[in-house]
């Protein structure tokens, strides 16, 4: 049996390009092993100021937009690199003042009434952030939030002697639930590969009416609160 034997040799240019194929797959390969991996989930806690501001009715016209805190924790997960899920857990306490008379100025025995209500509850944002920049410094969020109230609580208290008035239970007043749309946008500053700060300013505009009775013209009630968010998280 004769076997056939090539009389010429390899041709040496596919040889080399073997070679070359097979160092560069070889050096890819070891790149990615020796790759810092990108940590998907960051954990953190977050905690500012907020603006709160009541709109609907003659009772939310009456009372005045007010400063208060937030404190609450942060949880991202980085879907690539510019898109991430990011969800709270803050507690919130939004207080609303008012000040009137307990009658028309022409009545006998008038006084004065500071009527403060706040509302006590927690607020749990769900939003897609997109950051952008040429280190991703920038970022804006969109999405929703969803408050349970934790109770209601009102003062009237009489100038005159100092001494609360107020008889109702406004727990009995408000739903317990208040949602709408949350939007914000901010900036990241990376101090190494998991300590991250980001400021923020964030608005949460509620949709839904917290009103739960026509009782002292409390008809339609909405709220807006606007937020400084100021968020320390770790890379885990």
Not at 40 to 63: Q, T, V
Not at 192 to 205: A, L, P, Q, T
């Amino acid at each position: 049996m004769k076997y056939f034997i090539p009389k010429q040799p390899m041709n040496k240019n596919y040889l080399l390009l073997f070679i070359i194929i097979l160092h560069f797959t070889n050096y890819t390969i070891a790149q990615e092993k020796n790759a810092p991996k990108i940590s998907k989930f960051s954990i953190g806690i977050n905690a500012g100021p907020n603006y709160n501001s009541l709109r609907g009715d003659s009772f939310a016209d009456k009372y005045k937009s007010n400063f208060n805190y937030f404190l609450g924790l942060s949880l991202q997960y980085k879907i690539n690199k510019h898109f991430s899920v990011v969800t709270n857990l803050n507690y919130e306490q939004s207080p609303f003042k008012s000040e009137y008379r307990s009658g028309p100025k022409n009545w006998a025995d008038t006084y004065m009434i500071k009527d403060k209500t706040t509302f006590t509850h927690l607020n749990i944002p769900v939003l897609l952030q997109y950051n952008l920049g040429v280190y991703n410094e920038f970022f804006i969020n969109g999405g929703i939030f969803y408050n349970p109230i934790i109770k209601v609580s009102n003062e009237m208290i009489n100038t005159d002697t100092g001494d609360n008035i107020s008889d109702l239970d406004f727990n009995e007043l408000f739903k317990k639930k208040n949602y709408g749309l949350s939007l914000g946008i901010g900036m990241n500053f990376k101090f190494d590969k998991r300590d991250n700060v980001s400021v923020e300013i964030r608005d949460d505009f509620g949709l839904n009416d917290i009103g739960a009775t026509k009782l002292g013209n409390i008809s339609t009630t909405k709220t807006n609160s606007i937020k400084l968010v100021f968020n320390w998280s770790l890379n885990l």
